[in-house]
Structure formats: structure tokens, C-alpha cells
């Protein structure tokens, strides 16, 4: 027979970014990625060359730095997908944490 508290807190961990977001998307304001700062030049040492460093701000949270590798250039549409997918990534990886 399964441990249904067990099972309760182990899909809240895994899920409770889901309905924090839920939350969230229902206010008043319609800006759920928030691109803050691109660039490509960087004196930051640790970025490797030829990546895109973007700040966004995603719902509610801190600023999110993702990288996006070379091969997904500003001009390509796929660009904002990848940064989204990624910036959402680090949001659920955050959540955890907490």
C-alpha cells in the first residue's frame, strides 16, 4: 500500500513550482519575462567566449542570468525560446532550493 503522505511531499517538492506560477500569472500584470540585459561582450572571466549572457526577470523572482551557447544567435527566433526555457529551468531549480 503506498505512503500517502509520502507520496503527498514528494509531489509538492517536485510540483509546488507549478501552482506558485498559477499564482502568479493571475494578477494584473501581463509581463511574465522580463529580458533586462543582453550582451555578448562580457569582462567576466568565468563566461566563456561566444556565449550570450541574458539577464530576465521571470513572475516574481530575482534577476536570472542564463547563458545562451553561439550557435543560437540574437537574430534567430529560436533565441527568446531558449532563453525562456532556460530562465524557467533556473526559476523551478531555485524553488527547490527554498
Do not use: C
Request: aromatic letters at 8%; a negative charge; zero cysteines.
Amino acid at each position: 500500500m503506498f505512503n500517502t503522505s509520502s507520496l503527498l511531499k514528494q509531489l509538492n517538492e517536485q510540483f509546488s513550482w507549478v501552482s506558485q506560477l498559477a499564482n502568479l500569472t493571475q494578477s494584473e500584470d501581463p509581463f511574465y519575462l522580463q529580458v533586462t540585459t543582453v550582451g555578448s561582450q562580457t569582462s567576466d572571466s568565468s563566461v566563456p567566449t561566444g556565449v550570450t549572457k541574458v539577464v530576465v526577470k521571470l513572475f516574481d523572482s530575482d534577476p536570472i542570468t542564463v547563458m545562451i551557447p553561439e550557435d543560437v544567435s540574437r537574430n534567430n527566433p529560436k533565441f527568446m525560446e531558449t532563453v525562456a526555457e532556460k530562465a524557467l529551468q533556473e526559476y523551478r531549480h531555485k524553488n527547490r532550493e527554498e
